[in-house]
């Protein structure tokens, strides 16, 4: 996964761009514009690649609140034996508590705000999985 810093408020495209191995404006021609992404423009585009990104939810939410699937598992553990491996968009909240997003490389969070560290550095909140269709 090549590191991608992004050059202003575009943490998710940056992302995204990292994930789906494309660069920024190949990117941004396909979703048509450059702020304020939403993660279905992503999901779209992977699609159009070949792909598709499944979402794990640490805390799955309906209309009652929190639900806390664990199957066994406290919900982090749960979720890292889902993602361990596999290339992903995490969001969640950086460090100062801002909605942010990474990209992962199934071992090492990718920041597009300029380095690398281990997913516990994170505060996630889901994981995109990039997942190849077949047939």
């Given at each position: 996964?090549?590191?991608?810093?992004?050059?202003?408020?575009?943490?998710?495209?940056?992302?995204?761009?990292?994930?789906?191995?494309?660069?920024?404006?190949?990117?941004?021609?396909?979703?048509?514009?450059?702020?304020?992404i939403h993660i279905q423009e992503v999901?779209?585009?992977?699609?159009?690649?070949?792909?598709?990104?499944?979402?794990?939810?640490?805390?799955?939410?309906?209309?009652?609140?929190?639900?806390?699937?664990?199957?066994?598992?406290?919900?982090?553990?749960?979720?890292?034996?889902?993602?361990?491996?596999?290339?992903?968009?995490?969001?969640?909240?950086?460090?100062r508590g801002n909605e942010h997003a990474?990209?992962?490389?199934?071992?090492?969070?990718?920041?597009?705000?300029?380095?690398?560290?281990?997913?516990?550095?994170?505060?996630?909140?889901?994981?995109?999985?990039?997942?190849?269709?077949?047939?």
């Amino acid at each position: 996964m090549k590191h991608l810093t992004q050059d202003g408020p575009f943490c998710l495209l940056y992302s995204a761009a990292m994930v789906l191995d494309v660069d920024i404006e190949y990117l941004v021609a396909q979703i048509g514009h450059k702020e304020d992404i939403h993660i279905q423009e992503v999901q779209t585009v992977a699609h159009r690649m070949g792909y598709i990104l499944g979402v794990i939810e640490l805390i799955p939410q309906d209309t009652h609140g929190p639900l806390f699937i664990v199957c066994g598992d406290a919900p982090m553990v749960r979720m890292e034996s889902m993602i361990r491996g596999r290339v992903a968009i995490l969001i969640g909240k950086s460090e100062r508590g801002n909605e942010h997003a990474v990209a992962y490389d199934g071992n090492i969070v990718v920041d597009p705000q300029g380095r690398t560290y281990d997913i516990h550095e994170f505060r996630l909140k889901e994981a995109w999985i990039l997942i190849r269709m077949t047939g």
